[in-house]
């Protein structure tokens, strides 16, 4: 019949071996990748610093050899004063010969189950939706977009088309450099970001939990970091292989004061904005910000997800709002809390989601 339980350290080495036959990696890397997938299992599923609240689950076959995983990750946020545990999941693995002993609905089922507020999934497929919807779930269709700003489309477009037709993106890797160059003189200050009357410092963690507290205390729904779990995010990001340089900033105006911060990282010439934030009437300076320091390191574009309170201030700047095929999945028994996150009064960002809990080749 098989059972749901609580992932151990024992399960560890069944957990790899199920990750790499249904994600398989080039270059499989043999022990060091295996060092990598025990060290990445450990610090994220059973040493973070909040591991109060629902654990990851196993589904264990009848002989106990793990045929599902669920990895989860205990945040703690705010309702308005009111504390919340919320729960963000990742890794949601199940054997593919083994599908229809129903594993991958019990383990969802049993996450649903667990004693926290709220549920996140953040990267969910349409065959996740559909399971986690069945299960009384939904999607949050806002936080399901993206935001892309373009500043070299020519060199994007290559990158994205390049890895399935590396002879031809040898030719328009050089030529797109040129188009692009002439294109940015042609429009100007609508590709190339104008120089902000801003300026950046580095951010550090107990600077980036001050700032989410003071400035998305707003929201009804935030999430709420002391020092030592910003601090760990901040440490976790900055290592974590195969993501380009962390680029951790904190915004102020040209008079001296905090006008907000981001985080971002890239690799190929896209950087991947993890958490933007700022003081209402300063979105614009720190986005004009983010953009200008994209631009003079060579991005071809920008991307991150929807914040719905800035919608219009992206907007405003040459953003452009898709889908990126992965959805945002909610539970919770208490009604306001999926109210205020389909309204879009939540601050919800990459590091309360899915794209920081992943496995990366090279992970240590």
């Known amino acids: 019949m098989g059972r749901v339980r609580a992932f151990e350290e024992r399960d560890i080495s069944g957990v790899i071996d199920l990750h790499r036959r249904v994600f398989p990696l080039p270059n499989d890397g043999g022990t060091d ?54 729960v963000i999941t990742s890794q949601f693995i199940v054997e593919p010969t083994r599908r229809a002993t129903l594993a991958g609905i019990k383990l969802i089922r049993a996450v649903l189950a667990g004693p926290q507020d709220l549920t996140l999934a953040d990267e969910a497929s349409d065959i996740s939706r559909r399971l986690w919807e069945g299960l009384g779930g939904t999607t949050a269709l806002l936080y399901s977009l993206h935001w892309v700003r373009l500043l070299r489309p020519v060199q994007f477009a290559v990158a994205r088309w390049g890895p399935t037709r590396r002879g031809a993106a040898r030719v328009w890797i050089p030529l797109g450099r040129v188009v692009d160059a002439v294109a940015a ?34 929201r009804t729904l935030r999430p709420e970091y002391d020092d030592r779990m910003a601090h760990w995010l901040l440490e ?16 102020r105006t040209a008079a001296g004061e905090i006008a907000g ?8 010439g896209v950087r991947e904005v993890l958490q933007v934030g700022a003081r209402q ?11 200008a320091q994209a631009w003079h390191e060579g991005a071809s574009a920008v991307v991150g997800r929807i914040d719905p309170r800035f ?27 999926v109210r205020v996150i389909q309204r879009g009064d939540a601050f919800l960002t990459r590091l309360e989601g899915e794209w920081c809990l992943r496995f990366r080749a090279g992970y240590s």
């Open 281 to 291: 009437e300063r979105i614009g300076d720190v986005l004009d910000h983010l953009f």
């Open 33 to 86: 990748r295996l060092r990598a997938y025990d060290a990445y299992f450990h610090e994220m599923f059973l040493d973070a610093p909040w591991r109060d609240g629902q654990p990851s689950l196993v589904y264990e076959d009848d002989d106990g050899t793990p045929i599902g995983f669920l990895g989860a990750m205990s945040r703690r946020m705010v309702l308005r004063d009111r504390p919340v545990q919320a």
């Open 185 to 218: 003189r042609l429009l100007d200050g609508v590709l190339r970001p104008a120089a902000p009357p801003t300026s950046g410092e580095e951010l550090s963690g107990g600077t980036l939990a001050a700032c989410v507290a003071e400035f998305a205390g707003d």
């Open 236 to 251: 976790m990001l900055a290592r974590k292989p195969g993501c380009g340089r962390l680029q951790k900033v904190l915004v």
């Open 261 to 268: 911060w981001y985080l971002s990282c890239g690799v190929g």
């Open 311 to 337: 919608a219009s201030v992206f907007s405003d700047r040459g953003c452009v709002f898709r889908h990126r095929g992965q959805w945002m999945l909610i539970h919770s028994r208490d009604p306001e809390l």
